[in-house]
T-cell receptor, first 114, second 114 residues
Framework: DTGVSQDPRHKITKRGQNVTFRCDPI?????LYWYRQTLGQGPEFLTY????????KSRLLSDRFSAERPKGSFSTLEIQRTEQGDSAMYLC????????????FGPGTRLTVL | TQLLEQSPQFLSIQEGENLTVYCNSS?????LQWYRQEPGEGPVLLVT?????EVKKLKRLTFQFGDARKDSSLHITAAQPGDTGLYLC??????????????FGQGTTLQVKP
């Protein structure tokens, strides 16, 4: 059973550096989501793809953040000029059920910006 | 302002006790999901409730969706140390089925002591 996978699991970077995370969704799922979770909080929505089209972006996604899903399969999330406030767990989820929308999450990428 | 309020935020109980976690909102949800998350991992889907008044059971866990689809509860009978974790409720708001964006509560941290 291949669930959602994310790489890397942990990333430590210095302020000002760029980082890129990858998400591989469940293969038959056409919907892909990115969320951000800080300590003691629930995940917050960042962006949504249906196939290769990015259909919604949260206001949380500043212009330093960009996400792609070029072939409608895996997705990448890039953060440019990282800031300490970007430190969080970045979660990817995928879904194939539009009405009920059961989302299955990957293990997350823990980002620490020093 | 949190759209989905979970209570309590923290719960520490002895093995064998019963507990209930609440998830409340003033908004109507077309569906609501409960997840369990362990430290350093992504949330794992436990159940999805769709119909107002619906009750679902998963072994010792009982989930209920309010009649008006604005609130939900999770009841655990005879808690075990393996139930320890962060419990998250997440709602799909009416009209959000196009994107499937989930709104999460802030979570309930449960600790079950042997």
């Amino acid at each position: 059973d291949t669930g959602v996978s994310q790489d890397p699991r942990h990333k430590i970077t210095k302020r000002g550096q760029n980082v890129t995370f990858r998400c591989d969704p469940i293969s038959e799922h056409n919907r892909l989501y990115w969320y951000r979770q800080t300590l003691g909080q629930g995940p917050e929505f960042l962006t949504y793809f249906q196939n290769e089209a990015q259909l919604e972006k949260s206001r949380l996604l500043s212009d330093r953040f960009s996400a792609e899903r070029p072939k409608g399969s895996f997705s990448t999330l890039e953060i440019q000029r990282t800031e300490q406030g970007d430190s969080a767990m970045y979660l990817c989820a995928s879904s194939s059920t539009p009405l009920v929308n059961e989302q299955f999450f990957g293990p997350g990428t823990r980002l620490t910006v020093l | 302002t949190q759209l989905l309020e979970q209570s309590p935020q923290f719960l520490s109980i002895q093995e064998g006790e019963n507990l209930t976690v609440y998830c409340n909102s003033s908004s109507v949800f077309s569906s609501l999901q409960w997840y369990r998350q362990e430290p350093g991992e992504g949330p794992v889907l436990l159940v999805t409730v769709v119909t107002g008044g619906e009750v679902k059971k998963l072994k010792r866990l009982t989930f209920q969706f309010g009649d008006a689809r604005k609130d939900s509860s999770l009841h655990i009978t005879a808690a075990q140390p393996g139930d320890t974790g962060l419990y998250l409720c997440a709602g799909l708001m009416n009209g959000s089925s196009n994107t499937g964006k989930l709104i999460f509560g802030q979570g309930t941290t449960l600790q079950v002591k042997p």
